[in-house]
């Protein structure tokens, strides 16, 4: 079946430094690939998306780009912030309407 | 726009005894879902609507959980009677079709703490 893998967390990083969080992804078929947000006490939140493979999805600084050939799709961060602390997850979605997500690695920035 | 609502947030109950979330999904939006999310994991699905039809409850643990989706629109989870292992945040989400490209909008989440 679908699954979705993520770099295990906590990760701790200082302000102003560069983020990586990675997702692997097994899928049959082309699903569509996103990254979720979930902040201290909030619902979950879409971060980004993509839904080809090469598409590079983009929201408030962080980027991930759709990569078929090592079905991955990394998210990533120049410069992260304070505010940038909270819950990823990454996921896929399938043309039938199935979603899959991964566990989530949690961030925080530490000023 | 209001987003998806979800009641309670917290709910305390004994083991064996019945307990209920109710889900209003944003306005316009056929397909709804809901999801169990474990401490530490990620959201994993329980049912999925499209309008009042559940079209995806493989995951569904039916011995002790319902659920039921009224005019399409707002939805009830159940279950009864609750054991130890269902403690957990029962999530719900809506999209405007359920296709998989399609950005899914979730609630709050509503806590539960079977003791």
Redesign the interface.
């Known amino acids: 079946g679908d699954s979705?893998t993520q770099m295990e967390g906590p990760v701790t990083l200082s302000e102003e430094a560069f983020l990586t969080i990675n997702c692997t992804y097994t899928a049959t078929g082309y699903?569509?690939l996103?990254w979720?947000v979930q902040y201290p006490?909030?619902?979950?939140?879409?971060l980004l998306?993509a839904?080809k493979a090469d598409d590079k999805g983009s929201n408030k600084g962080f980027e991930a780009t759709y990569r078929k050939e090592t079905t991955s799709f990394h998210l990533e961060k120049g410069s992260v912030q304070v505010s940038d602390s909270a819950v990823y997850?990454c996921?896929?979605?399938?043309?039938?309407?199935?979603?899959t997500?991964?566990?989530?690695t949690t961030l925080t920035v530490k000023p | 726009e209001a987003g998806v609502v979800q009641s309670p947030r917290y709910k305390i109950i004994e083991k064996k005894q019945p307990v209920a979330f109710w889900c209003n999904p944003i306005s316009g939006h056929n397909t709804l879902y809901w999801y169990l999310q474990n401490l530490g994991q990620g959201p994993e699905l329980l049912i999925r609507y499209e309008n009042e039809e559940a079209v995806d409850d493989s995951q569904l643990p039916k011995d002790r959980f319902s659920a039921e989706r009224l005019k399409g629109v707002d939805s009830t989870l159940k279950i009864q009677p609750a054991e130890l292992g269902d403690s957990a945040v029962y999530l719900c989400a809506s999209s405007l079709e359920g296709r998989g490209q399609e950005t899914q909008y979730f609630g709050p989440g509503t806590r539960l703490l079977v003791l």
């Not at chain 1, 006490?41 to 879409?46: V, W």
């Not at chain 1, 996921?91 to 979603?99: H, R």
């Not at chain 1, 997500?101 to 989530?104: I, L, N, R, S, V």
């Open positions: 979705v699903p569509s996103f979720y006490g909030e619902g979950l939140q879409l998306k839904t997850f996921a896929l979605g399938t043309n039938a309407g199935k979603s997500f991964g566990d989530g």
